[in-house]
């Protein structure tokens, strides 16, 4: 049996790595035609190059679901038009057997897929979120016309909101407007500062313009009076320094997709939005889903098993592989539809990551059980409606 499982485990390990570095490439070629009018002066060639190699990790964490599905149906389905499908199944292993070897068969693939979803691609993204923010001066994600808005707690008690026109690299952020609130969320101050830098626990302004709103301005306005002395004081000051919850890693995790972010700085993240009383149902789901990817694979698994072990008297590889890319194809789409249908319709965020998943699960497995219980099936309905029977 350890043997079976090796020799099961080689040929799906290598038709999957076949099928992944063609679906790689593919994808990166189309990507580097998109981005080649980017290419001039300042962005070469080299540079484009370097941002695609970035971007590799990625490709690899979106794909490796339906890699794995295709490359297990190619190597099933070459078990079972070499027979050695029907060797196995003589030799006393049934097809929840068989299963389960695939199962033991994927677990290094988890593994392997877990520390590419948790060490690699958030490292490649935050990279590449830099490169792109150096080579290019912008980065995806997030950015609205007027920037990157930022919500949180003062020291007094007080709202403070943060608008960042552009994003650098290493933690320095440019053309900075700070709107300063009382506890009563009126506006106390307003600032506006050329650039500024962040670092552990702090936020370091530079070249600023401030308004400062006198705390009487509320009142004598409701009375259409006119003031004894004025109600704003301009100045400008070198720098300031703030304390703030915000941190260079934080900046970041606003410019990606959450998907794209480790479970720690998910939860990090998470943590600081609800302490600022900001919406969290985008980042509870990605959490969901980033903790279910590894489960995709073994659901990938499971839908390659009935079509693999279907034994085809010809055409049978072809045929299967296309069945296998029409259901790769309509999972992606069904997790796509679930997670924008459980966004609208509010749905719990366990509902919109998992249930994809455990509705394809218990399709295979039924196809799979269907399949092995096929003889039993026909004698069943033969004995109910007799004269379904064929003649001899």
């Known amino acids: ?25 593919l994808f990166t070629f189309f990507a580097l035609i998109e981005e080649l009018d980017n290419v001039g002066s300042k962005f070469t060639l080299l540079n484009l190059f370097y941002m695609q190699a970035l971007a590799l990790p990625t490709r690899l964490y979106d794909l490796l679901p339906i890699g794995l599905l295709i490359g297990a149906i190619l190597a099933l389905a070459g078990l079972a038009q070499r027979n050695e499908l029907v060797i196995l199944r003589v030799s006393g292993v049934s097809g929840m057997k068989l299963l389960t070897m695939l199962w033991v068969v994927t677990i290094p693939l988890v593994l392997g897929a877990f520390l590419l ?6 490292a490649a993204e935050m990279k ?24 949180e707690s003062d020291a007094d008690g007080g709202t403070r909101i943060i608008n960042i026109a552009q994003l650098k690299a290493n933690g320095d952020v440019g053309d900075v407007t700070l709107y300063e ?3 009563g969320q009126t506006l106390a101050a307003f600032s506006k500062a050329k650039e500024g830098r ?15 709103i006198d705390a009487s301005s509320v009142s004598a306005l409701a009375d259409a009076r006119k003031p004894d002395a004025p109600l704003t004081r301009l100045q400008t000051l070198n720098s300031r320094v703030l304390e703030t919850t915000l941190t260079p890693e934080r900046l970041i995790a606003r410019i990606l997709t959450p998907e794209r972010m480790s479970i720690f700085d998910l939860l990090d993240y998470i943590d600081y ?27 990938m698994i499971t839908i390659a098993a009935p079509i693999g072990f279907m034994q085809t008297r010809r055409g049978g590889v072809g045929s299967k592989v296309f069945v296998g890319i029409l259901l790769g194809v309509g999972f992606f789409m069904l997790n796509q539809l679930a997670l924008n249908v459980g966004m609208l319709s509010k749905w719990a965020p366990w509902v919109t990551a998992l ?23 026909r004698r069943f309905n033969q004995t109910r409606w007799p004269w379904s029977k064929s003649a001899a």
Do not use: C
Request: aromatic letters at 8%; glycine letters at 8%; proline letters at 2%.
């Open 128 to 151: 590449s979120s830099e490169a792109s923010l150096t080579l290019l001066g912008r980065s995806g994600g997030g950015q609205l016309n007027s920037g990157y808005w930022f919500k």
């Open 198 to 212: 962040f670092t552990a626990g702090t936020l370091e302004l530079r070249e600023i313009t401030q308004t400062q």
């Open 273 to 299: 939005l609800e302490n600022n009383r900001l919406q969290t149902d985008r980042q509870v789901v990605a959490l969901w889903r980033k903790m279910a990817y590894p489960f995709t694979l073994l659901v």
């Open 355 to 377: 249930v994809p998943n455990i509705g394809a699960l218990g399709a295979a497995l039924g196809a799979l059980i269907l399949m092995e219980n096929q003889h039993n099936v």
């Open 181 to 183: 609130f009382h506890k």
């Open 117 to 122: 979803s948790e060490v690699i691609t958030p």
């Open 1 to 25: 049996m350890r043997t079976a499982r090796r020799y099961i485990a080689s040929e799906i390990y290598r038709s999957s790595a076949v099928v992944l570095m063609a679906l790689i490439g």
